[in-house]
């Protein structure tokens, strides 16, 4: 089945610590993206990549940074400058192309500081 | 960046209760989304609305792009106790590059104890 794999469903992460988050579709999409979801919120964009090896900053990338070496795989690192990491986090992957390409989830990751 | 007027922000559901809940963009949008998203899950695409008019249906539920092309509305009918869940809207602003989507703040839709 096609679709969009995010892992691990869980994540702790210590004081000072960088953890990285994977995002991996097999839909054969050109463009993925990170959000963050706070309890209660919608969703904010993070970065997003309409094709391999370039990548943009959304409304909130201080303290990520992303890479896109291959067109099925989008990973998000939460480094140690982000003070507030405990979110739930959403990757998405799209058509690239025309304006009107709906964007598909995966389940999600949830970060939690220890 | 730009949000969404999505409302209500909650409500709740009696089984077999119609429900109603809209989104409103002060700018021109070419096609509007509306998913649900399950507690710990990711959002899941319900409707796709691409014309201004446009009334689509999936089963149960109806949504409508409206005439404005700045607002949207999406129906439920008959709930039934899975329909729980949250509900965002989402679209594409006209004056936006590439593949943006601009979210509302989701409707959050609970039984009626």
């Known amino acids: 089945d096609g679709g969009i794999t995010q892992s691990p469903k869980y994540l702790f992460r210590k004081e000072g610590q960088n953890v990285t988050l994977s995002c991996e579709q097999n839909l054969n999409h050109d463009a993925m993206y990170w959000y963050r979801q706070d309890p209660g919120q919608g969703l904010r964009l993070i970065y997003y990549?309409?094709?391999?090896?370039?990548?943009q900053k959304g409304d909130i990338a201080e303290g990520y940074s992303v890479s896109r070496e291959k067109k099925e795989s989008f990973p998000l690192t939460v480094t140690s400058a982000q003070k507030n990491p405990t979110a739930f986090y959403l990757c998405a992957s799209s058509k690239a192309g025309t304006s009107n390409q709906p964007q598909h989830f995966g389940d999600g990751t949830r970060l939690s500081i220890l | 960046g730009q949000q969404l007027n999505q409302s209500p922000q909650s409500m709740f559901i009696q089984e077999g209760e119609d429900v109603s809940m809209n989104c409103t963009s002060s700018s021109i949008f070419n096609t509007w989304l509306w998913y649900k998203q399950d507690p710990g899950e990711g959002p899941v695409l319900l409707i796709a609305?691409?014309?201004?008019?446009e009334l689509t249906s999936n089963g149960r539920l109806t949504a409508q792009f409206g005439i404005t092309r700045k607002d949207s509305f999406l129906n439920i009918s008959a709930s039934i106790p899975s329909d729980v869940g949250i509900y965002f809207c989402?679209?594409?602003?006209?004056?936006?590059?590439?593949?943006?989507?601009?979210f509302g703040g989701g409707t959050r839709l609970m039984v009626k104890p």
């Open positions: 989402a679209g594409h602003d006209r004056g936006n590059a590439g593949n943006m989507l601009t």
């Open positions: 990549s309409q094709i391999v090896n370039d990548f």
């Open positions: 609305l691409y014309k201004a008019g």
